[in-house]
């Protein structure tokens, strides 16, 4: 069975899908596009698409990763195009790649990169908030889980935040001078997630953001020592054969 | 003037409600034209959550009629969650269309199609949100035409205050007409402002314009007469029928939303109309005649409406499915077809014979079995003789234990409960059917893992129907009803344990037939239900039947009469009733006397298959039966092994 790895984008209104209406859009789009999809065997048969973890609904994402098991060969650059082509504008098919043997997507993912834009803050504001959180020894905040309350750290998972220099810039989403924060997060359990953080400073910093920021996945992959995030599908192409890295 | 897009501000608000995905539009098969080179402009409204809305088959079929005209752009708007209008007020959002977000309050004309009578609220919120004035006396040039369609429509009364205009009967054809209306209208300059060109409408007389029309009442609360209160239209307005459903084969782009709604599949119509006769059935009355779709059309739409949107689901949709001439061939047709592709195909089955377990098997090679529902409506041999629905006992069970005898573990049986001259013995009588279709079924296939679910919806008196005379029971009857029911089915324990009971009670009901028969004094009671927070009443949840009953309490007696009058109370023969001048096309003498032989338990035929009875509608409304068979099969047939 060939099996397909798929690196794809929530944007714009979009961003709001689930990750269910993805799922279900998505096997709607394989049909649509006639990818020779492999279904699972049983009387319920299941087309076999695997996710990477998915943003929380209504990030942004410009990284998202799935894989899809083809009962023949397709060219993968193809079927990039007919599933992109079949899909909502927003939901876009950025790259395919045939999967080598090796490790699966999972074991390539364990951070991830994130920008957020707060309209309505000033840099100073979120420079002094971040400074504050970075000090932290621990950043304990609340969250609503599927098993109830749940109290956690969110410092210890972000290993790099940092305010960036064109922050002064007007957001092109509200016109309003916007702050910009980067993230990177290690993928940790309960999963530390931008709304997280930014509860994190609110609880070190009392940063409230008058409007609702907005959240994008920038990059998914393995975080190195050196704090760069390696994109999972790097050994899968073929210009970049595996040993060569 | 451009007008420019809401989203901005609504993006804001999104991050902080439930679903945020059903305010965002950008499903396949949605169309974003440019404003400006629009000439008719449509915001077309399903007064329902996004949700349930947005597989409507009337809104769908409509949009892309609308669409396909290069001048008209038409977008959809649906009712929005407590949650979301809460905010929506706070920061001043204005009611907005899914597609392009664009202000409702700016199109030139809103329709809104009513499936149920449920949603007036809703279009209350709808109006107040989108800054039209909520009585059509008080809008200007500067707001859309609010056009009212859908079933419900056949008797706007209740909403007249609220609406300019209703649309009786199909739309595809009247939406078109209205289209060059307002276009010629807007092209002269808009001549004579608003009450020109609602009267432009009303002259085609299959536009009901309400004010143009005075209600005058007798001393004891009755209606005296509904007349005209000028020279230039019609007494009486009449229904628009589509004829020849091969000519208009929507949906052909069908919307594919990214949100979860209560139907993901593609629907076909396979015919429209339907004239079994059941004496309750407004859908059967107002729909007539029968207008099939042809096997070859059903096939085409199937196959590119699939190609199309992805879906995986395909329904075979109309009143009563298995009554398709050729419904035999378009099942085996269909399921030849998609074998082995993992298309499910679904047809709604209510008739109740072996006939229809075959097509469901027929429909089921692909391995996917869906559920089996027949729907007897009543418990009793009476019963059934009086509401028209003609099904014997015996049949009955030898249907459901074909059933289980070819491998249905489960089906479920469909009554109503609180239908004219209903007893308890009656009711009582679905208890020994569904005993009975247990301990034959158990007989049958010698296993005890069989089961029924037994279904009840409380019956609504509807305008157009030979029930719309008749008294409602009172919801205390019904729920007293639906108890002694429970008990009986849990008489015999063995028995009772393979038997699910679902029922709702009787209050939402006693609403829905105080809108459905009500007049235009129902109106003040709708407008003070929303005032007091009423909002998706067809949602139990949001539903208060309190709310309801207060609010017809401070206001009916004003007008001398109260909710008993409208619900529990029977009429007579030579009552006007408030929707005598909206013209169904059924005669009302028929009715009547087909009301009489309700009463008398006597059965009426169907027309398809015996002589013309004379319910007046093909006379009325120059139109015919039209149905097969064609003789057609659907190609190409994947070839199969064994040869038939």
Known sequence: MQRIRIRYAKRGPLRFTSHRDFARAFERAVRRAGVPIAFSQGFTPHPKISYASAAPTGVASEAEYLEIGLQATADPVAVRASLDAALSPGLDVVEAVEARPGTSLADRIDASAWRIELPGVKPDTLGQAVAAFTAAGEVLVERLTKQGRRTFDTRGAVAAISVISESAAPSEVTGIPCAILDLVVRQVTPSVRPDDVLAGLRVVADLEPPVPPRATRLAQGTLTAQGAIVDPLEADRDETPIGER | MSVPSVFPQLEQLLPRISKPIQYVGGELGAVVKDWDSATVRWALMYPDAYEVGLPNQGVQILYEVLNELPDVLAERTYAVWPDLERLMREHGVPQFTVDAHRPVGAFDLLGVSFATELGYTNLLTALDLAGIPLEARDRTTDHPVVVAGGHAAFNPEPIADFVDAAVLGDGEEAVLEITGIVRAWKAEGSP???????????????????????????????????????????????????????????????????????????????????????RFCQAGMITRPVRERSITTVGQMVKEGLEFSGFSEVGLLSLSSADHSEIGDICSGLADQYQGTNVSLSLPSTRVDAFNITLAQELSRNGRRTGLTFAPEGGSERIRKVINKMVSEEDLIRTVVTAYSNGWRQVKLYFMCGLPTETD??????????????????????????????????????????????????PEVIDDRLRKLKAEINSDRSLGRAIGFRYHDGEPSLIEGLLSRGDRRVGAVIRRVWEEGGRFDGWSEHFSYQRWVDAAAAVLPGFGVDLDWYTTRERDETEVLPWDHLDSGLDKDWLWQDWQDSLSEYEQDDCRWTPCFDCGVCPAMDTEIQIGPTGRKLLPLTPVTSAR
């Open chain 2, 192 to 278: 004579g402002g608003r009450d020109e060109l609602l009267l432009r409408l009303a002259r085609t007389e299959s536009v009901y314009v309400p004010r143009f029309y005075d209600v005058d009442y007798l001393p004891d609360g009755r209606i005296q007469r509904v007349v005209p209160n000028r020279a230039d239209v019609p007494f009486r307005v009449h229904k628009r029928t589509t004829m020849n459903l091969d000519e208009w084969p929507y949906p052909k782009r069908p919307l594919v939303p990214l949100a979860e709604t209560v139907h993901e599949r593609y629907a076909v119509e396979i015919f429209r109309g339907c004239t079994r006769g059941c």
């Open chain 2, 425 to 474: 013995e009656d009711v009582l009588q679905i208890a020994r059917l569904a005993h009975e279709v247990i301990r034959a079924g158990r007989a049958a296939t010698g296993s005890k893992d069989i089961r029924c679910t037994v279904s009840i919806g409380g019956f609504v008196p509807k305008p157009h129907t030979p029930f719309q005379w008749a008294s409602m029971c009172s």
